[in-house]
Structure formats: structure tokens, C-alpha cells
């Protein structure tokens, strides 16, 4: 009787404590969102605005495009409650407006209206910036050529410091760093950071060739502060164009969570977008200015 | 408000005092006979009266009120022989009766109910509710990841779940993490954790005696939400040089204890691990990682009513790693952390029915962590502790214990960072005062009924004042049925911050988080079956308030609290770290237990349902935590192979020389929820970004369940005795079935499409080593 209850008993634990588990994504988890990506910039034409759509995490690009061409989509002044529709641009594949009676301007507030249809499903978003102030200028910056990794006397390394007046009301700030020059001849191979081969740069070049800093929370007064670029931000014995950005609060909260979602437990969580509605991403202002500097061997 | 709570209990101390000071007691403290060692929790029982009692933390048993009589005196604990005597009582003698316990290698397996011992039913009884007590031998025998851990070893018991292989984190009852309260020798460890949370600070080789209580614990203890954890290391051995040691793949340890002259005795640990002269020698893209630790423990009994008792504790982890070794510069990180513990605890007996344990702790958890050259950046993270308290008993009568004491803790918790662009600056400094009284009444053998009530001031940056009311009551229903019952309220002033490989951050209630709150209700059954085994069912709901679970996206929520000279932030407050909100967990455990004879172990199944309800999180819906999980098995045994030979065979069993021992340790447990991506969308980290990438976005917030979990770990240990010392290879396999258990799933978009990479927790690990005894 004995024997009869435990091998049942023992062929369970040993069936169970073998195997794999399998996740299986399923499609009910997807649920049909617009992506936007869009800035505006005080007195520039409104440009670049890319609406698209989500996608089930296992879907193939290669057949699944992701473009919303017949997406609605409005820029509305809220100061005046004028509305402007965005078209679509085949060239660039983002919407932009074609007039000449919109004008970008500091401080005013712009709200973007998108309806589209996914997979049948009417569904809209819509968000609003308030452009910050003009006023970044780039000041100054400590040295306009670096070898990389260079030291001081004191054998600290040297990073670039750029001296900037800041936006008014505006706390955070990016710096876009592109090379100018980026192929696998003038890679920086010799580094303390991750070790890359030719193959691994001509597979994701593009990454390669630009980074991102941002500082945030610094004074919403006028006044001077300072942007330190580091050396893990050059990749390639180059020139490089730094643009600097001064973000309104949604470039703000994006920037600071959109590529940090996923926790220690591998839980994930969303952004934080300030999107209305079926929407994702992100609709900005900003204000810019731009500086080169020059990386050596 | 504290003192006057104090001087009430003091003199009502001193009046119940003086009230009894005319009535025949017996009492002692009860000793392992080879070593001295004072043993908690003896079950002393007089069966001509049907009552008893168990030994305190410190040893001491009283049987107060006894009228003029000739008894038997019963004591009984695991692993020793029971003890007899007969005893006359005259009137109003207070008779001092020193037990010495003899170890018992292995027990009779017929374990007849006979007027000498004590039957497994009433040593229920004397236990608390909820609460559940291992031996060092148990744990030891558990197969483990590489070597015996406490921690892990109490993640076998039904109710004590982790979050996964890669954690010794405590989850009870539905709690996290952060809501439970580990003491070492009477101080609080806020970090307990080594290597990542793989093992514990607790040396399993230095532990004299385990308890958690899983819910439900009297007023003497509060602080944390969910349960305690105490732990009571070697206090020496007192008659004669005796010392441990063992070698695994993974670490050397050695503990060791001595007489102090005639009146007391001190025990020494320490342990290291290798990894980093083994293993990370030989391969170049692993860190250097080590961790130690160490404790020493002190006794010196200056006279019957007087024993001061010094504990120091301290480890040490320590990381660094190159990111590319084959670069000409190096760059890299350097982290490490630990904790310091040091306990005086001065032992009194003011008479025999009063008794107390006064102690000085000191707590101290601290980490470090800089990039080295890679970056201008350091982080110093540090909790500590200075705590004076008092635990008095006093036992009127055979009806009436009271039980009263205090706690001043001073605590400061720091967290500072240096970064590029800012730094932060959290300092609290909170002052914890706390009284509380606990009135023990036994109207007849059959009930035992427990009213407390725990009074908190903590005083911060907002100041707290809390009661908290305490309730049980254990019910003799039949010979071998007992019927229990718990409440209380709970409250915590402490919350933590979890980081990722790091140790976590503790921050206190100030004037952005409040404490935290959750009652307790549990009901239990306890059956003795077959004699020799024990059944316990408990049933549980708690009720959790103002619970504080960190904010992944706090950074869009922070406010600096000053600038420096360049107009760089300093963060100075833990405003929207935290999200806030509510919950409750409820549920239903089952352990049938045997800790006598060939094959010892438990079986458990536990059944709990937990869910949280956050603003903030899944549309302010409710929601189920990582660590759920309903339904949990667990099966731990351990064989002693040639005595369960001969008690298959009719034998009775017999102290080997040569003994084989077989452990397996068996888990199931249902899936736990997690959030998987709904969707990826495309999106640039900056305008004039060359290239989109791909991101994802959240389905509904742990909406999903993963796959069951299940694991088989197996040893045998071969344990021989010599002349002098004792040998006692074993060898472990972790996983046995290799099953590849699901920790979470990650994503890598290449060639247009994402690939679904599953993340597994351990695959099958075989690990060997040696312990020696002299």
C-alpha cells in the first residue's frame, strides 16, 4: 500500500522538477497604440513629426510597416485655438506642415491631435508642449581638440566642459554628440569600456556614431552652468557636432525613463509619456545651440 | 509620555513582585550536558500537574506557584534525550533546578506516549502561533546552492517564499521583503545578504537556534510588518575545547569554542569564500568577488542571577571588475558592502519569578561603490543602529505571566552620491522609543490566553505615535488537538529602496512617507498524529496600509533641495521615491512535520493570495506582487539510510559510527505574475538621432503568469566518527532535473523582428565538500 502511494508520489516530483518552462507572448497582451516622435523649435517650421504605429513585440518589420500615412493629425496654437494640419512627407516619412501662417514661437503652448486606424481599430492621442524659452547660448568650451582619453598633470582625464547661459524656466538639458566621420578605418578599438571588432561597427554603425548626455534639475533661473561630455561618448577619431538641447517638461520625463523600464526583477514599466489617449512617445520643444569639438588619437 | 510608561511598568513590576514573594517555584536554567550551552525553547513539563513551560531566550524556565509536593520534573527538545526527575517542592520554597540535557544522537523510532515525556501535541501548544523553529542540524542537512544557508533554508517552509533562485529574500505571507525583522543575537541586521543575496550574513556552522515567527508575534517585538527572524548564535562551549570546520567549493569556515575559565566560554567564527582565488584566476571576464565574515560570541556567568553576554559580528563583501581587460587603460566599478553587529546583554534574575534580559546593540550596514576611472561618480549607503532594551518576565503564578519591556533605538540612515551633474544627500536621523506590556493569563491547563499592547513613538522629521494592540489565545482541545488564534496590529517606520546588484537602501518615515500598517488575523489547528508527527493548518488574512514600493520613475518626480556653486542639484528628501498604497494577503498553510526517526522532514502546501492596490501602478486597479505566488509545495527529508533499513526491517534503530544520510529537498510553486511587453514602438533618444529604436511598452501591470516553478535538490552525506574529531563528506545537486525554471524574459530587436530570450534561473549545480568535528 505503501509502495502504491509514494511512486505515484516520486514519479510526479521527478516529472515536475524537469522540463522548461515556456512564455508564451500572446496576442491578446497587444493593444493598438500611436507612437509619436515630434519636436518643435521656436521659429523653425514644424517638421519631422513621426506618427506610427505600435507593434506586437514578435512582429516582423520586414512585412509589418509600422508608418500611419493616413493618420490625422493637427498642430493647434492654444494661445490663438488656431489648427493646423500636418501632412505627410513620402520623403522623409513624417508629418510636417506646409503653410507659411505658423510660426513656431518661445513660451507659447502647441497641442498635437493624431486619429488613426490600427488593425481596424479607430483610436487617437493627442498632447500638448510649451516651448521653452530662447536664451541657451553656448558659451565657451574648455578645449576644442582632445586626444581621447587625454590626462592632466594630476593623470585625470580631461572631459570637454561646456560652458553654457541657461534657458529661463527651463531645468534640463541634452547634448546630442554625432561624429562626423565614423567607419571602421578610425574606431576607437583600444578602449576600457567594451571590447568591439570591425564587424560589431559595421553592424550597428549608426549607434556608434551618435550618443546622448543630459543633465537635469539645474536652476529654472537665468545664469551660467556647465555640460561635461565624457569620454565613453566618442567612439571614433573624429570631428563631432554637440547640439545642445534646453527640454520642456515632456523631452524632460521622456528622456529621463523611456530607455530605463525594464527593473531588477525583469518586470517592465511604461515611461512616463504625458500623452492623451491611445497615445506613446513623445512630443516635445526644445531650444538649441551647437558646438564642435575634435577627438584625436 | 515614554517615561511615564516605563515607571508604570516598573512599579507594577515591583508590586506583582512583592505580591508573590511567598510562593514555592522551581526554576533554572536548562543546559546541553557535554557543552554548557544554555538551550531556548526546552519544553519543561510536570505531569502530575499537567503544566509547563519552555525555556526563555537565555535558557530560564520557571513553573511558578507549586503547592507543597513530590513531582517529576520532564524536559524534552530535539535532538537530546528527554530528562527526568523527581523533585520535592516544599511550601513556599523557591527551588533552583539546573537541567543538563544529553545529546541524543538518534531517538527510538516507536516513540511510545509514556507519563515521562512530553507528547508532540503539548510541545505545540507551548509553541507560539505561526511561529517555527529549526535546528542547526536541519538547516545543515537542507541541500542548498553550494553550502547550507539559513535563509534558503526557511524558504522551505510554507508561508516563506523567494522571489527567485537568485535571491535569499524572505517573502512571508505575501509581505516583501523589507517587512521582516532579522536579529542576530538581539540586534537588528538591516542587509542580511552576501554575494547578490545568494546567501546570508548567518554563518549556519555559529547558530544555536533558529525561530521565525511567520505573523502574529506578541508585543515584544514590532518594527516590520510581516515577521521576525531571530537568531541566537553559539554562546561556547563551557567544559571543554570543541571546534568545526568546513571546505565546499565555494568558501572555508571554521568555528570554535572554548571554556573561560570556570565561569564562562566564547565561540569563534569565520568564513571566507575562494571564488576569487579559484575560479576568478582562471577566467578573465568574471569579477574578482570575495566575501568574509566572522563572530565572535562571550559569556561569563558572574553568579546564578547574573550573566553578561558579549556578541560582535562582522562581513565584508567585496567586488571590482574590469570592464575590458584587454585594453590598454582599464576601467571598471568597485563595490563593496557588509555589516557590523555588537550586542551586550546583561542576563538578571532578580528572584526566581523575575527574570530579564537588559541589552546595548549596535547595528551598522554600509556600502560603497565608485566607477572607478570610467566616471567621476560614488555612492555611500549606510544604516545604523544604537538600541538599548529590556525584556522582563515576571511569573505571578501558574495563571498569570506578564511580560514587559522597552526599546530606544537611535538610528541614522544616510545616502549620498556624487555623480556628474548633481549629487544626493538623504540624511534621517529618527529616534524610536517603545514600551510595551504583555499579560499572559491560563485560566485552566486547557487555555492560554495573551493580551499586549506595544506603544511606538518615533520621531523624525514627523513625529509618529502609535498603539498596537496584540491578541492570542491557544485552546487544548482534546490530547492531541490544539486550536489557536491570533490579531494584532502591526506598525513599520522603515522603507527600503531596492537597487539593482547593490545593497538596498533604507530610508525612515519623515515628512513624505508615514509609517506603514497591517493587522494580522490567524487561526490554527495542531493535530499530533501517529504520535511522532505534527500537523499544523493556519489560516491568515492581513490587512497592509500605507505600504511603500519604489517608484521606477521617481526621477521625473524629484526636486533638488539646494544647488551647489555650479548650479548642479543636490537631492536632499526621498519626495517620490515612493509609490503609496494598500493590500492584503490572505491564505492557507499546511506543514506535516516528523523530528524523530530514520526519515525527518516536513511536507508543506500553502495556498495565499495577495494584491496591492496603488494609485500610481496598473490604473490605481488592483494587482498581484512578483513575489505571489498561490499555490506553493514543499517536501524536506532527510534519511538516515542504515536506521531506515533497519526500521523497514522491524530494527530499532542505533547510533552509528558510519552513517549515510540522504536529503532531498523538493519545491513546487504556481507561476508568478509578471509584465510582459503589449507592444514595441520606434523612438529616438534625441531629434537628429540617426536611427530610431525599437522600445516596449508595458502590457497590463503583471498580468501575466509565468510557468509553475519546480526544483529537486539532492545530497548525501557520509559522516564518519573517529577517536578525535568526526568526518563528514557530502555532496549536493542543486536542480537535479536541470529544469529550466523562468525568471523573466528579455527582448533583442535584430533583422527587423525581436528575439524572446528566456531568462532561467539556476540549471542543475553539483557542489561538494567536507565538514570536520573535533
Keep these: 500500500m505503501k509502495t502504491k502511494t509514494i511512486l505515484p508520489v516520486i514519479a510526479a516530483v521527478l516529472l515536475c522538477a524537469c522540463g522548461e518552462g515556456v512564455v508564451k507572448i500572446e496576442p491578446s497582451l497587444y493593444e493598438p497604440k500611436i507612437a509619436v516622435e515630434g519636436f518643435l523649435y521656436p521659429g523653425q517650421p514644424v517638421s519631422d513629426i513621426y506618427i506610427t504605429r505600435n507593434f506586437p513585440v514578435d512582429a516582423d518589420l520586414t512585412s509589418l510597416n509600422p508608418l500611419l500615412p493616413e493618420a490625422q493629425v493637427s498642430l493647434t496654437d492654444i494661445e490663438s485655438g488656431n489648427s493646423f494640419p500636418l501632412s505627410f512627407n513620402p520623403l522623409d516619412l513624417s508629418f510636417h506642415y506646409s503653410g507659411n501662417d505658423l510660426t513656431i514661437q518661445a513660451t507659447y503652448s502647441y497641442r498635437l491631435d493624431v486619429q488613426a486606424t490600427i488593425e481596424g481599430k479607430e483610436i487617437s492621442a493627442h498632447a500638448t508642449t510649451t516651448v521653452p524659452q530662447t536664451g541657451l547660448d553656448i558659451l565657451g568650451i574648455n578645449h576644442e581638440i582632445l586626444r581621447y582619453r587625454q590626462k592632466d598633470v594630476a593623470e585625470n582625464i580631461i572631459d570637454f566642459l561646456i560652458d553654457f547661459e541657461r534657458s529661463p524656466g527651463t531645468t534640463d538639458y541634452i547634448a546630442a554628440v554625432t561624429a562626423l566621420e565614423a567607419d571602421t578605418s578610425n574606431f576607437i578599438y583600444d578602449n576600457p569600456f567594451e571590447e568591439v571588432d570591425a564587424e560589431d561597427v559595421l553592424d550597428d554603425l549608426a549607434n556608434w556614431r551618435f550618443d546622448s548626455e543630459w543633465i537635469q534639475d539645474t536652476p529654472a533661473t537665468a545664469g551660467q552652468s556647465t555640460f561635461q561630455l565624457f569620454w565613453f561618448d566618442f567612439w571614433f577619431y573624429s570631428d563631432y557636432q554637440i547640439v545642445l538641447f534646453a527640454a520642456d517638461k515632456n523631452y524632460a520625463d521622456f528622456l529621463r525613463t523611456y530607455d530605463d523600464v525594464f527593473e531588477d526583477d525583469g518586470n517592465l514599466h511604461a515611461p512616463v509619456f504625458n500623452i492623451e489617449g491611445d497615445g506613446i512617445g513623445i512630443f516635445g520643444s526644445a531650444v538649441t545651440d551647437t558646438v564642435f569639438v575634435r577627438v584625436t588619437q | ?238 567544559e571543554r575545547f570543541e571546534g568545526k570546520a568546513a571546505i565546499s567549493l565555494l568558501s572555508a569556515k571554521t568555528t570554535l569554542q572554548m571554556p573561560l575559565g570556570s565561569s564562562g566560554a566564547i565561540s569563534a567564527s569565520i568564513r571566507r569564500t575562494y571564488f576569487d582565488q579559484t575560479i576568478g584566476r582562471a577566467i578573465d571576464d568574471i569579477p574578482d568577488y570575495y566575501f568574509y565574515d566572522g563572530n565572535i560570541k562571550a559569556f561569563w556567568e558572574l553568579n546564578p542571577q547574573n550573566k553578561i553576554t558579549v556578541s560582535l559580528y562582522g562581513g565584508r563583501d567585496d567586488l571590482s571588475l574590469n570592464f575590458n581587460n584587454k585594453s590598454t587603460d582599464k576601467a571598471g566599478l568597485n563595490l563593496d558592502w557588509g555589516n557590523s553587529t555588537a550586542s551586550i546583554r546583561w542576563t538578571r534574575v532578580f528572584s526566581p519569578q523575575l527574570f530579564a534580559n537588559f541589552w546595548l546593540t549596535g547595528s551598522r550596514f554600509s556600502s560603497t561603490f565608485d566607477l572607478g576611472d570610467l566616471l567621476a561618480a560614488d555612492e555611500r549607503n549606510k544604516v545604523t543602529d544604537i538600541t538599548a532594551k529590556g525584556n522582563l518576565e515576571y511569573h505571578h503564578s501558574s495563571k498569570w505571566l506578564l511580560k514587559f519591556g522597552f526599546e530606544q533605538k537611535e538610528i541614522r540612515t544616510s545616502y549620498k552620491q556624487n555623480f556628474p551633474g548633481g549629487k544626493v544627500d538623504v540624511e534621517n536621523r529618527p529616534r524610536h522609543s517603545v514600551a510595551y506590556l504583555q499579560n499572559n493569563w491560563r485560566p485552566t491547563a486547557a487555555w492560554d490566553i495573551e493580551l499586549g499592547l506595544r506603544y511606538s513613538s518615533f520621531q523624525s522629521k514627523k ?42 537602501i533604507w530610508t525612515t518615515s519623515n515628512a513624505y512617507q508615514d509609517q506603514s500598517r497591517a493587522s494580522h488575523l490567524i487561526f490554527g489547528f495542531q493535530k499530533e498524529v501517529a504520535n511522532d508527527y505534527q500537523l499544523e493548518i ?13 517608484n521606477p520613475t521617481f526621477i521625473t518626480e524629484l526636486e533638488p533641495g539646494g544647488f551647489q556653486d555650479n548650479g548642479d542639484p543636490i537631492y536632499t528628501n526621498t519626495k517620490g521615491i515612493f509609490n503609496q498604497g494598500d493590500g492584503y494577503s490572505q491564505g492557507v498553510e499546511l506543514l506535516l512535520r516528523k523530528d524523530v526517526g530514520a526519515v525527518t522532514g516536513w511536507i508543506g502546501y500553502s495556498y495565499s493570495d495577495t494584491k496591492y492596490q496603488f494609485d500610481a501602478i ?151 565538500g567536507v565538514n570536520f568535528t573535533f
Design chain 2, 618 to 768: 496598473n490604473d490605481g486597479l488592483e494587482f498581484a506582487p512578483r513575489h505571489d505566488r498561490s499555490s506553493t509545495v514543499n517536501l524536506v527529508a532527510t534519511i538516515d539510510l542504515k536506521n531506515a533499513w533497519r526500521s523497514l526491517n522491524g530494527n530499532l534503530m542505533q547510533a552509528d559510527k558510519r552513517r549515510w544520510t540522504f536529503g532531498i529537498n523538493f519545491v513546487y510553486g504556481s507561476g508568478q505574475p509578471i509584465t510582459l511587453p503589449g507592444s514595441a514602438y520606434l523612438a529616438g533618444d534625441a531629434p537628429g538621432a540617426p536611427e530610431q529604436g525599437i522600445n516596449y511598452f508595458p502590457s497590463q501591470f503583471n498580468g501575466y503568469r509565468l510557468p509553475y516553478y519546480s526544483r529537486l535538490d539532492l545530497s548525501i552525506n557520509y559522516r564518519r566518527e573517529f577517536k578525535s574529531f568526526t568526518m563528514e563528506p557530502y555532496l549536493q545537486v542543486f536542480n537535479i532535473g536541470n529544469r529550466k525554471n523562468v525568471w523573466f524574459v528579455q527582448y533583442d530587436f535584430t533583422d527587423q523582428k525581436s528575439d524572446i530570450d528566456t531568462i532561467n534561473m539556476f540549471p542543475i549545480l553539483p557542489t561538494f
Design chain 2, 538 to 550: 493556519e489560516g491568515y488574512y492581513k490587512d497592509y496600509g500605507n505600504l511603500y514600493r519604489f
Design chain 2, 1 to 238: 509620555m515614554k517615561s511615564g510608561i516605563f515607571t508604570c511598568f516598573l512599579l507594577l513590576g515591583f508590586c506583582v513582585h512583592a505580591f508573590g514573594q511567598n510562593n514555592a517555584s522551581l526554576s533554572g536554567f536548562v543546559y546541553d550536558e557535554e557543552s554548557g550551552e544554555a538551550l531556548i525553547g526546552v519544553n519543561v513539563y510536570i505531569p502530575e500537574l499537567q503544566r509547563g513551560s519552555s525555556t526563555n531566550v537565555s535558557g530560564y524556565y520557571i513553573i511558578p506557584k507549586l503547592p507543597q509536593g513530590d513531582y517529576t520534573l520532564v524536559c524534552d527538545y530535539l535532538g537530546y534525550q528527554t530528562y527526568t526527575s523527581k523533585l520535592s517542592i516544599n511550601i513556599g520554597e523557591q527551588k533552583v533546578h539546573a537541567v543538563r540535557l544529553a545529546s541524543g544522537i538518534v531517538e527510538g523510532e516507536i516513540v511510545e506516549v509514556i507519563a515521562d515525556s512530553i507528547r508532540v501535541s503539548r510541545k505545540l501548544y507551548e509553541k507560539d502561533i505561526s511561529k517555527v523553529q529549526l535546528s542547526a542540524r536541519q538547516i545543515s542537512q537542507i541541500p542548498q546552492v553550494a553550502e547550507a544557508d539559513l535563509l534558503r533554508s526557511l524558504q522551505t517552509l510554507p508561508g516563506i517564499l523567494p522571489v527567485s533562485d537568485y535571491s535569499s529574500a524572505l517573502h512571508v505571507r505575501g509581505g516583501s521583503s523589507d517587512q521582516n525583522l532579522y536579529l542576530l543575537d538581539g540586534t537588528d541586521v538591516y542587509n542580511p545578504e552576501h554575494a547578490f543575496g545568494l546567501f546570508s550574513t548567518f554563518n549556519t556552522d555559529a547558530i544555536k537556534h533558529v525561530e521565525i515567527s511567520k505573523g502574529g508575534f506578541n508585543a515584544a517585538y514590532g518594527g516590520r510588518l510581516s515577521s521576525i527572524l531571530d537568531v541566537n548564535n553559539l554562546d561556547g562551549n563551557r
Design chain 2, 463 to 504: 513625529n509618529f505615535q502609535d498603539l498596537a494592540p496584540r491578541f492570542s489565545a491557544k485552546y487544548r482541545l482534546s490530547e492531541t488537538i490544539n486550536l489557536k488564534a491570533a490579531a494584532g496590529i502591526y506598525y513599520q517606520y522603515l522603507h527600503r529602496i531596492p537597487q539593482t546588484f547593490t545593497s538596498d
